[in-house]
């Protein structure tokens, strides 16, 4: 079993850098141009030709209310009809994909992020399904890794039982606050009753996993006041738990200017509500996974982690990094070997590309053989917080400490102040480095310099 992270303010002080939170590497912000519809015909190719299983990501955009908070892409209305359009192409997206594939390669997972999902009508999600199922092999026997995004304020056991019937069998809940002042100054009031009674909906209806979103550093927050959020939230015993930093940036995202900077938690109160967080989740008996992400003993995660097999992709951490990733809908990003390319993130231009029988890819990269070495390495770390020099030597033909030799004063650093141990086998990311992983993987990266960096958030 992995050891305990160890809270050192110090150290954190320290390293709490603007970094990527490495969904991939390189980072979606390495993407460009040159990549299009040819390369992903190319990749698909190649995917059909080594029958690699799938995993799908649709996005659905739409909210009938916005979050102040939210950087996602989205399309804020009250009018449902808006929908139709959208799905439209979105089912023409799904053909042009499939015709593509071979019928063999499964689907072991599926899931629907936004916006919010279930702002589609009941009769909306039968038929995307239905095309879903009717285009790509998904799987019939509850097997699969099915999941959804609910906003509780959307959903109701009706909806649940919906889902439930069309094949979902794992939920990831928003909440990111229950105190009522700091629900107004976001704009998303939702109440305990409207999140549990999902939950006890999911669990009625047998759903396989329950994950719940919680956000820190957000308006009128205090410590004492979110440790209280966190113990309501453990009483619903989510089988995991996101807990994520705000990254207040209003001149890149726009609802956020209405947020007001001056009643934002000060970084010291948002290390006390994260330090307090980690104390209850432990406490209550969830394994910290890594990168904000905290799961049950025996959530499939956390077992992964134990046996070395779990990996990071688009979907965050995962046991299906394996899978060839395709992404459908507006602004999505796929995954294809060495492929990475994504649609257009706005909708107009989605659907009227789509409406001329022509796929949205706008645009991409293709890794390098130095971008694979350094994906392996950032993977490794930050799924499993040990690296194995032979490992990445026996896939990539190289001798590690010479590949890496201008790193190598970094890393030494980085081992005297105790985030990790450094051997010549090895590196390996010490307790009190765990929560700074990200800035361990960023001394890997080669793409990041001062501009870039501008672009991520902190890491705590």
Same mark, same amino acid.
């Given at each position: ?33 040159? !990549? ?38 989205? !399309? ?385």
């Amino acid at each position: 079993m992995l050891d305990d992270i160890r809270w050192d303010t110090d150290l954190i002080r320290r390293y709490d850098l603007a970094g990527p939170r490495y969904t991939s590497y390189p980072t979606a912000v390495q993407f460009d141009g040159h !990549v299009g519809t040819f390369d992903l015909f190319h990749a698909l190719r190649e995917s059909r030709k080594a029958l690699r299983p799938l995993s799908l990501y649709v996005h659905i955009p739409f909210c009938a209310n916005i979050c102040y908070y939210c950087a996602c892409n989205k !399309v804020i209305t009250k009018d449902r009809g808006r929908a139709l359009p959208y799905l439209q192409r979105l089912e023409q997206e799904i053909q042009l994909i499939a015709c593509h594939l071979d019928p063999g390669q499964t689907v072991e997972q599926l899931h629907f992020g936004g916006g919010t999902p279930t702002f589609l009508s009941h009769d909306e999600l039968r038929q995307l399904m239905a095309q879903l199922r009717k285009s790509f092999n998904l799987l019939d026997d509850d097997s699969g890794d099915y999941g959804i995004e609910i906003d509780p304020r959307e959903a109701d056991w009706s909806t649940m039982g919906l889902l439930r019937e069309l094949g979902f069998n794992r939920v990831s809940i928003g909440v990111q606050d229950l105190d009522p002042s700091v629900q107004r100054a976001v704009n998303r009031l939702q109440s305990l009753d409207e999140t549990r009674a999902v939950i006890e909906a999911a669990r009625t209806l047998q759903f396989r996993s329950i994950n719940i979103d919680l956000i820190y550093g957000l308006p009128k927050q205090t410590p004492e006041h979110f440790a209280r959020t966190v113990e309501e939230v453990i009483s619903l015993q989510p089988d995991r738990l996101s807990v994520f930093n705000y990254a207040h940036l209003p001149e890149r995202f726009m609802p956020q200017r209405r947020i007001n900077s001056d009643e934002l938690p000060t970084p010291a109160q948002k290390l006390e509500m994260l330090q307090q967080t980690i104390e209850q989740l432990t406490r209550a008996g969830y394994r910290y996974i890594g990168m904000d992400h905290f799961a049950l003993p025996d959530d499939e995660l956390a077992i992964a982690q134990e046996e070395s097999t779990l990996q990071r992709n688009f979907q965050g951490y995962t046991t299906h990094g394996h899978c060839d990733l395709i992404g459908l809908g507006v602004s999505a990003i796929s995954q294809i070997g060495d492929l990475y390319c994504q649609n257009s993130s706005d909708l107009n231009q989605y659907q009227s590309t789509l409406a001329s029988a022509q796929l949205a890819t706008n645009r991409g990269l293709l890794c390098t053989r130095d971008d694979r070495v350094r994906r392996a390495v950032i993977q490794q770390l930050i799924c499993s917080f040990e690296l194995e020099f032979a490992v990445i030597e026996k896939a990539f033909n190289i001798d590690f400490r010479a590949y890496f030799a201008p790193l190598w004063p970094q890393l030494q650093g980085m081992a005297q102040d105790g985030l990790l141990e450094l051997s010549d086998e090895r590196i390996t990311v010490l307790p009190a480095g765990r929560l700074l992983v990200r800035s361990v993987c960023m001394v890997f990266d080669a793409y990041l310099d001062q501009q870039n960096r501008q672009r991520f958030s902190r890491v705590i």
